[in-house]
């Protein structure tokens, strides 16, 4: 850094390319969700401000600058408050980053971000099944189909193990453990972070008899859950899965699934919830669910709406018993460590 003149478009690019996935060890995922706030903020620099990215200082992103980049987000973006403030929020981490490394240079735009106000907004319910819904969302796949099968397994491990979408992507057959009395798995969350959950025994030797099925348990690096089209599963693969079947839930029970919608991460509420109603203490729900922080797993506890009633062990053989994208001009000449990877 100190061999070359320090500019703003230097510093974003060791954030993104060295600090981000290297010294914070983020995901993916959580990397390319950054870079969509600064692809909109160049976006509005050269269609508002007349700036194109490799000339954009730090002494141009001033107070009354970017109270108008967050303004803009809402009248032309048509951004809700929540999407508002977490752009705001990616573009203060960098700030915070840029400081550190020049503070001269960065101290204007970190003073005018760190004033930007986070907006109130309506408090959004998270979407979680009920019990009958999860009773009846695990029924519907219909097993003589080959997607069908997949899809029950994985509706079925999913709820059993409270994990996110991008961790059931790529989950791998090396990562199922079955002992003569227990099973478990290991998942991979953010961060590349690794956590082992113990899942039903009964759940694991589905789980284990669907990759016999599909030939694989000799292969540990084959993933699990594939797509009709590639090895490993995406996210969006996973969304349609639920989006069919909650569809068809709706359908079937309109005096059910009453939620405006119901994505991936409802499954994992929804796990969440059914174990502290269970009585699982929050602390063992943070590990099950991997959060960093308890506070992060709390909020469940305001979400929960029934009494304390039965054990962990009680919910499992209840269950497992024996019964938008940013479209950017050409003209904008985005660099290349902010496309997605």
Known sequence: MSKRKVTFMTLLKDYFETYMPYSRGLSPNTINSYKQSFLLL????LEEKGKKADDI???DLNYDTLLDFFNWLERDRLCKPTTRNQRLSALSAFSEYAQNRDFDAASVFRSAIIRVPVKKGMQKTRAVFTRQEIKIL???PDESYETGLRDKVLLSFMYATGSRAQEICDLKVRDLRIDVNSASVILTGKGSKTRQVGIPVKLAGTLQSYIKHKHIESFPNRHIFSSQTHEQMTISCVEGIYKKYVSLAKKNNPELFLADSYPPHSMRHSTA???LEAGVDIVTIKNILGHV???????YAEMSQNTVDQKLREWNETWFGENRKIEIKKSVNIPDFLRKR
């Open 42 to 45: 160049l976006r509005f620099m």
């Open 57 to 59: 200082r730090f002494s």
């Open 138 to 140: 695990l029924e519907l």
């Open 273 to 275: 919830c059914h174990l």
């Open 293 to 299: 922080s308890v506070q992060t797993t709390q909020i």
